[in-house]
């Protein structure tokens, strides 16, 4: 149990870098359909 | 002669199926445990029935067939398809004990929501369950989501006979060499991203100032059921009931990382960062995300005026797309105001539903990975025309190494993309039969097959018992996708021929 | 004919005091009441969640609920929230209702001027019906049985072979 603990543990140090860049690559992806969206919104609004 | 269906068969299954409902039994401890945490002495009776009941009918299969010496692909198929529609009537019990079910069927119908990660609701009086109903509720999408089988994977089978079960619920990327160590390695990435997730979660409702205990509740809760792409919440307005545009956020973080496939996770955690750029499926992933939000946004042109400002706009906008494209179905507006949405804005959540999320993720629907197949089939069909006959036309694409295109891959992809859309149809088609409209039963139909959970209103406790039985198959075929359920019909068929 | 005026405009505000909305017939007909004084009856539920000045909590009426918010002057007042085994506070609102409000990033929802208690929320006793009780435990006495026999069933047929 504590052998596996200690492996999970190491594992975890490695995947720390990538933990964080996951989780900010959704956020990247939201951002630009918000980009995708404000264009269409402002065009919408300067042809009214 | 090829020996077909013999009585071994029933030996095996029944064998393996006492197994599974015997840690049925053992996963509904921990609603129990919440049940005496908070003091619900209700529930924790309801709970307690169901679990003899689990461990009763497990260990009287058991007693009858006793331990097989292995197990071949149709078995592993039978298992896995008939183990679901157990764990559907089995779990369903303690929901229906709760109260806040009209039948029997509406709580079946619930359960098999959960377990196929769709989210589709029967329950009545939400906001007035348990505290362990609603973990249990939340923990079947969490079952569901790796999948029934891979729980009882790690502690029951034997390598050899794990892959035939693992292949049955879905799941054929190997990310390991071996199928136990892929789930023990799924099973990680959950429980990791369980912890982060809901402290993130729970953060974010501390600081809109809910106490910490409720707030770790509905974080634990939410995080469940959006990382399974269930999309089950623990109060009846869903996503909504919280009022934050920041915890939707969280949200989407979330949601994403679980259409996400392991395969990538694996290579992320460790260190090959470019996997995440350059893989094929999270490359079709976000291509197809933008198209389908394209498409909705198209379908708002000159209707932007309903909405007050752009904020709000790309929230409810994007918030459902991708929801839809993701397979969780958190909805953060009322059914009312969907069917307010122009038909193309519509059509354009069907469009990212029925697309779903990659493959070996806990996403449903056609999965993004056969998308590009077919993209990359026809490319190579298109080259090998336009080229000399003697040349060889070879098509690649990137998921953890190159692959090529072979024909085998394409037929078998092409079959079960074929058979989401006549799913998708076919409950269609039924839907108009009972006198809704085509869009609204097109949603509601790809809705339960892709097991997202995305309402348009039809999905209701008053809604006629066919159509309740006929979502739950869509469900169960769409979750298991169809292999499974088509030897399960045979294996039927050759009994009763017999 | 002031008078008379100034009599119907006060019947009118009496009858719009009195009369109350369904949470349904708002979600329902969004555009009928949007930017307009409504009233809504209904248990409050849930949790109390801030946000920028003022606080929210949702009201449940006939199985629909709503987010309503308040001012901060308005929280001493509620007391009890409605969960698994407690009635919420039953209270009457007033305010304005929004179909995409703009303070709140398009929210559909209800600024509240007003707050009543009309009923003040309780602990409801859980009752166990005793038949799921003898049930419970009479399943449990056939599983022990089962089991039982399945073990004592394994034990022999593992014996020869050792």
């Known amino acids: ?48 | 002669m090829i020996p077909d269906f013999s009585k071994d068969d029933i030996f095996v299954v029944s064998h393996y199926i006492g197994k599974i409902l015997i840690a049925l039994g053992l996963a509904q401890l921990f609603p129990v445990f919440v049940g005496l945490v908070f003091r619900e002495m209700g529930a924790v009776i309801d709970f307690f029935i169901s679990i003899l009941a689990c461990f009763s009918f497990g260990s009287i299969l058991l007693y009858f067939s006793p331990s097989p010496k292995g197990l071949n692909w149709r078995q592993g198929m039978i298992i896995v398809a008939l183990s679901w529609l157990l764990a559907m009537s089995f779990s369903a019990l303690p929901l229906y004990l709760s109260g806040h079910f009209e039948c029997f069927l509406d709580a079946c119908f619930e359960s098999m929501s959960a377990y196929a990660t769709t989210g589709l609701v029967l329950i009545q009086d939400l906001d007035h369950l348990s505290h362990a109903h609603n973990i249990w509720r939340h923990q079947m999408c969490f079952i569901g989501g790796q999948g029934i089988i891979l729980v009882a994977l790690v502690f029951f089978f034997r390598g050899g006979d794990a892959l035939r079960i693992y292949i049955g619920e879905a799941r054929d990327d190997k990310i390991l060499p071996n199928s136990i160590t892929t789930a023990k390695f799924i099973w990680m990435v959950s429980f990791t991203y369980l912890i982060i997730g809901s402290l993130l979660l729970a953060f974010v409702l501390i600081l809109h100032g809910i106490p910490f205990s409720r707030a770790l509740f509905h974080g634990l809760c939410i995080f469940m059921a959006g990382w399974d792409t269930a999309g089950f919440a623990p109060q009846s307005l869903n996503v909504l009931y919280y009022h934050s545009p920041a915890f939707e956020l969280v949200t989407v973080i979330i949601i994403l990382l679980g259409a996400t496939s392991f395969g990538v996770h694996y290579s992320v955690w460790t260190g090959k960062f470019r996997e995440l750029r350059e893989d094929f499926e999270v490359k079709i992933l976000l291509f197809s995300i933008f198209f389908a939000y394209l498409i909705t946004l198209v379908g708002f042109l000159g209707r932007t005026a309903m909405f007050s400002d752009v904020f709000s706009f790309f929230r409810q906008t994007f918030y459902q797309v991708i929801s839809g494209h993701t397979g969780v179905g958190y909805s953060n507006i009322y059914v009312s105001q969907l069917t307010e949405w122009p038909d193309l804005a519509i059509f354009g959540v069907i469009v990212a539903m029925a697309i779903g999320g990659c493959m070996n993720s806990t996403a449903g629907g056609i999965k993004v990975f056969r998308i590009g197949l077919f993209y990359k089939a026809l490319k190579r069909e298109v080259r090998r025309l336009a080229y000399p006959e003697s040349s060889r036309v070879k098509e690649f694409f990137h998921h953890q190494r190159e692959i090529p295109v072979d024909d085998t891959m394409v037929k078998t992809a092409m079959i079960i993309t074929v058979c989401y859309v006549l799913l998708y149809i076919s409950g269609a088609v039924i839907g108009t039969f009972f006198g809704y409209d085509f869009l609204s039963s097109l949603f509601e139909s790809v809705s339960a097959a892709a097991n997202v959970g995305l309402s348009i209103g039809i999905t209701s406790p008053s809604m006629s018992a066919f159509l309740k039985i006929w979502y739950i198959i869509e469900m169960w075929a769409g979750r298991l996708e169809f292999f499974a359920i088509f030897i399960l019909i045979r294996f039927f068929v050759k009994v009763i021929k017999k | ?162």
Not at chain 3, 83 to 111: E, L, S
């Open chain 1, 1 to 48: 149990m504590k052998k596996r603990l200690m492996r999970y543990i190491v594992l975890l140090k490695k995947g720390i870098i990538g933990i964080s860049i996951e989780l900010v690559y959704p956020l990247i992806v939201a951002l630009s359909a918000f980009i995708l969206c404000l264009i269409m919104f402002i065009s919408e609004i300067s042809r009214r």
């Open chain 3, 1 to 162: 004919m002031k008078i008379l005026r100034l009599i119907l405009f006060g019947l009118l505000a009496l009858w719009g005091i009195s009369s109350s909305q369904t949470v349904s017939a708002l979600i329902n007909n969004p555009e009928m009441f949007d930017g307009k004084t409504v009233v809504v009856k209904g248990e409050l539920i849930g949790d109390i969640i801030n946000g920028r000045n003022g606080f929210c909590v949702n009201i449940l009426d006939s199985g629909k609920a709503i987010g309503v918010w308040f001012s901060e002057s308005e929280r001493e007042k509620i007391e009890v929230l409605g969960r698994y085994g407690v009635k919420g506070d039953f209270v009457r609102i007033k305010g304005v209702f929004y179909k995409n409000c703009a303070q709140h990033t398009g929210d559909m929802d209800i600024h509240a001027g007003f707050l009543e208690i009309l009923e003040r929320g309780r602990k409801k006793d859980e009752d166990v019906p005793v038949e799921k009780v003898v049930f419970a435990f009479s399943l449990g006495i056939v599983s022990l049985a089962a089991i039982g026999i399945l073990h004592l069933l394994y034990r022999r047929e593992s014996l020869p072979r050792d």
